[in-house]
């Protein structure tokens, strides 16, 4: 595909988009949002992916735009489906992240319980292990040398089903391997052979696409998986070779996470990760912690060096609800420290819970207690106000605590409004890997509630980071779902979850919600 035209007006655009970013790839840039819209637009984001993280740690700088990625892709696919609107985007950053385990994974042998009558095979469902994809040669007992799938016609995409092939046979009931598959762009077969040698040609052709629009690209080398063989193997770490030698060539930037995520002694011919760094029984994916470690191998810095930090919190009491009618959030400060809720299974064993302001662990969270403290935002400012110390300690049972800024008034707010909310939160060091995160709940009557999330995470996708650290907490600008008649409340939460006799202990400062003005139109 030839380079586009640019106008002065899109050159305008870009530089106008220079803290927007969109994310390419496959299922690893598609988790780092949530509540995904098609085509591509996030709701909320989630604390698995290594950019949220690094955002989240430097005060909010950047805003992901898009996520131009789908679950199982190979790049070709993914250039392919998304192409058109990845080159119209005004987003200034086009970040391509961990862009081919699945090329190199469906290059490899993919193995079924299947049979041919005809030309069509039949896989069995629960029996496939990889993808079957189109150009694939078939082997197994009795089917004829060379035989190639042409393309699916019932069932889920490259599992169980029926497919065309091109020669006629009759095969019984056997293990049928898949090898390689048809690349959707050059139309040439692909195995293990030569799978670098295309997928990085196709994706060459994609950055420079980017880079001649205008926009910073930013790569990210392959981790793999533990699922690959050795030539598999090989592959990515060719693969990463020749992407960083191109990223050198046009001084790009390329992040490398292997060494804070690859068990170097390990591994053998193989790929073994660290500890906790990817999802339970997941062979690619990563959790929260590896998500951290990541982010803090140099995307934050990245972060530093390159974007303005703008402190997004209250910095006055001029702008609190109800002074400010377009702000949400009262008693931003913390200077009225109790007169606030203790809700469902919480037991506060000290302190108060701050005005306007309530704590509780709703079902099926297990019960915990709470220990309330309270000390100057800023210590050598007296003028600074206060942040608020919460330590929670689980039972039996693991807990997700939920602190909750209350809402405005019905009569406050409009359902046409766009709404954005965020906190400032210490969190200390612990021992279970909690997970630190918050949302907006915007509900109204006839559309329902949506939640725009920050930094969500779920316990059942491994543990969250046991250092200390800080973050910022911004959720995305969203507006009320459709059918919506009248506004019912708009909360700022802070969620805090941890296992079973486990403790964190977390600090929030300066609270805000905004009822947005719309950003410009382009």
């Excluded at 391509?96 to 469906?106: A, E, L, M, R, T």
Aim: net charge neutral; aromatic share 8%; charged share 15%.
């Amino acid at each position: 595909m030839a380079a586009r035209t640019l106008s002065a007006s899109t050159l305008w655009k870009r530089s106008l988009n220079a803290y927007l970013a969109d994310i390419n790839g496959d299922s690893r840039a598609a988790q780092g949002g949530v509540a995904v819209i098609p085509p591509a637009r996030h709701i909320g984001l989630s604390n698995i992916h290594w950019l949220n993280w690094a955002n989240a740690l430097t005060g909010n700088r950047l805003r992901i735009n898009r996520l131009f990625a789908v679950s199982g892709f190979r790049s070709d696919q993914y250039i392919s489906y998304y192409r058109d609107s990845r080159l119209a985007s005004n987003a200034g950053i086009s970040i391509w992240n961990f862009p081919v385990v699945n090329d190199v994974s469906h290059a490899g042998a993919q193995t079924a319980t299947g049979s041919i009558a005809g030309t069509t095979m039949t896989l069995v469902v629960n029996t496939v292990a990889g993808t079957f994809n189109p150009g694939g040669i078939l082997s197994g007992s009795g089917v004829t040398p060379g035989t190639k799938i042409v393309s699916q016609l019932t069932g889920t995409p490259g599992k169980e089903g029926t497919y065309q092939v091109d020669t006629a046979q009759t095969v019984a009931s056997t293990t049928i391997t898949s090898t390689g598959y048809t690349d959707t762009i050059t139309g040439v077969y692909v195995d293990v052979s030569n799978v670098v040698q295309v997928a990085y040609a196709n994706l060459v052709a994609e950055w420079q696409l980017d880079l001649d629009s205008g926009k910073k690209v930013v790569l990210v080398a392959e981790t793999g998986s533990t699922a690959l063989n050795a030539a598999q193997v090989n592959a990515v770490l060719d693969f990463n070779l020749r992407q960083k030698a191109w990223a050198e060539a046009k001084s790009v930037h390329l992040f490398d996470f292997g060494p804070v995520v690859w068990a170097a002694t390990q591994s053998g011919t193989l790929l073994r990760f660290k500890s906790g760094v990817l999802q339970p029984s997941d062979p690619t994916h990563f959790s929260s912690l590896g998500a951290f470690l990541q982010a803090n191998a140099g995307p934050v810095d990245w972060i530093k060096a390159n974007f303005v930090y703008r402190d997004k919190g209250v910095a006055t009491a001029a702008d609190s609800r109800p002074n400010n009618p377009r702000q949400i959030i009262t008693n931003p400060f913390f200077l009225t420290l109790s007169g606030g809720i203790t809700g469902a299974n919480v037991t506060v064993s000290s302190g108060t819970v701050p005005a306007n302001t309530k704590i509780s662990a709703p079902a099926p969270s297990g019960p915990c207690s709470v220990a309330i403290t309270s000390a100057a935002y800023d210590a050598a400012d007296a003028n600074s106000g206060n942040k608020v110390r919460f330590a929670l300690t689980a039972g039996a049972s693991a807990v997700v605590a939920r602190i909750e800024f209350d809402s405005p008034p019905t009569t406050y707010w409009q359902i046409q409004d766009l709404l954005e909310a965020g906190v400032g939160v210490d969190v200390e060091a612990n021992s279970g890997g909690a997970h630190v995160y918050g949302a907006l709940e915007i509900s109204t009557a006839g559309g329902g509630t949506k939640n725009a999330w920050a930094l969500f995470g779920l316990p059942s996708q491994g543990p969250g980071p046991t250092s200390a650290y800080h973050i910022d907490l911004k959720t995305e600008i969203e507006g009320t779902l459709p059918g919506s008649t009248a506004t019912a409340y708009a909360a700022l939460v802070v969620y805090v979850a941890i296992p079973a006799n486990g403790t964190a202990a977390v600090s929030l400062s300066r609270p805000w919600g905004y009822r947005r003005y719309d950003m410009p139109a382009f």
